[in-house]
């Protein structure tokens, strides 16, 4: 198969600023795994997607679409990519629960871009989803490289396996989708669209899993990651950005869901995660407003909106919004209930007048 080209964007599910918290606690193992975990990281944003693509052996994507073709790894507790093959494409389950549930995600993440928006995996055109577990020892990560999802199996003391969250890997798999279509900036508010527009795609990945309408939906990211030992429900919420989780080692969740209440900083990438709970909560508010299943209403808007060629890889969240109120004409009609909820999303989180 010929190398694909990918972007360059490479970052972890759980954002820096959580981990150098847990650095700087006083709890030796803690400490010791948060730094760890914190160099691979740093190790993987230092590294070009296309050279990490150019260097592996990429396996044959599925000759037909609508079909996945999944290669399951495991590191075997090393710092090594991609490792053992242990389980692909079309094999029984392999015993180990999490080479089996990263088959199974992925999986479920394929059949969802699929099945809502017919879009053949990452690349549109068949890109094999190669997933390794076990990577590293207590590594409190999972990411995407370009050319596959790598999953730590947590401390066990504030994070669970990284397997556990569908949306995990909704998220960073939508991350390869928004880069090959969109391609926004990783800084500042393109880098939080770019943020945002993972979460959404990821919880969508979950909802559509578990057949819920948007009221059913607990519109949480990653609320399987968390030990008991953590005050908090999730990395994120979108339907109450900032009360996700509030905790002695942790901290506080960081996120606005109001323009007032934006934060400007120079870190976190001129705060991508951060922000981002603004574009989070309008899709919340439109989403809850049309009711039914969010994937059919503003989610396709959302992903017809990725495609607009008017999206430019360094547009803010006025120039989104508008461009997702004008998709949701074209769709759904101009003054369809879709154009109306979500023009007064975006009003009420303060993006449009
Ligand atoms: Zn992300």
């Known amino acids: 198969m010929s190398k694909p080209t990918l972007g360059s964007t490479r970052q972890g599910f759980i954002p820096p600023f959580i981990l150098e918290r847990i650095a700087a606690h006083d709890e030796v193992h803690l400490q010791g795994c948060a730094q760890r975990t914190l160099e691979v990281d740093h190790y993987f944003r230092a590294r070009r997607a296309p050279d990490i693509v150019a260097n592996m052996d990429m396996p044959e994507g599925s000759p037909r679409p609508g079909q996945a073709a999944r290669y399951i790894y495991s590191a075997n507790y090393q710092e090594v990519l991609p490792g053992t093959l242990v389980r692909e494409e079309g094999q029984d389950e392999s015993g180990d629960p999490t080479v089996d549930e990263a088959y199974r995600w992925l999986g479920v993440t394929y059949r969802f871009f699929w099945e809502a928006f017919e879009r053949n995996s990452i690349d549109d055109q ?44 909704g998220h960073e798999l939508a991350h390869g989708v928004i880069e090959r279509e969109a391609g ?16 959404v795609f990821g919880s969508l990945t979950k909802q559509y899993h578990l057949g819920q309408t948007a009221a059913e939906a607990d519109w949480l990211i990653g609320a399987e990651l968390f030990t008991e030992r953590v005050q908090g429900r999730a990395l994120r919420s979108m339907a109450a950005p900032g009360t ?52 059919q209403t503003c989610g396709f808007v959302w992903y017809d909106t990725l495609h607009d060629s008017r999206l430019t890889q360094e547009s803010d969240f006025a120039t989104f919004a508008s461009l997702t109120v004008d998709n949701a004409s ?12 979500i023009r007064d999303a975006w009003q009420a989180v303060g993006v449009i007048a």
Do not use: C
Request: glycine residues 12%.
């Open 126 to 169: 068949g890109l094999p989803l190669l997933g390794t577990v076990h990577y590293g020892q207590d590594y409190e990560n999972a990411f995407w490289n370009g050319a596959q999802m790598v999953f730590g199996d947590g401390d066990g003391e504030l994070f669970n396996r990284f397997t556990a969250a569908l949306d995990v890997v």
């Open 184 to 199: 926004l900036v990783y800084t500042y508010q393109s880098g939080a669209l770019n943020e945002s527009l993972a979460d």
């Open 244 to 295: 996700a989780y509030d905790d002695p080692i942790l901290g506080k969740d960081p996120q606005p869901a109001h323009m007032d209440d934006f934060v400007e900083t120079e870190e976190d990438n001129g705060g991508v995660h951060i922000n981002s709970g603004i574009p989070n909560h309008a899709f919340y508010l439109a989403a809850m407003a049309l009711d039914g299943y969010a994937w």
């Open 330 to 341: 074209r769709r759904f009609g101009t003054e369809s209930q879709e154009a109306i909820a």
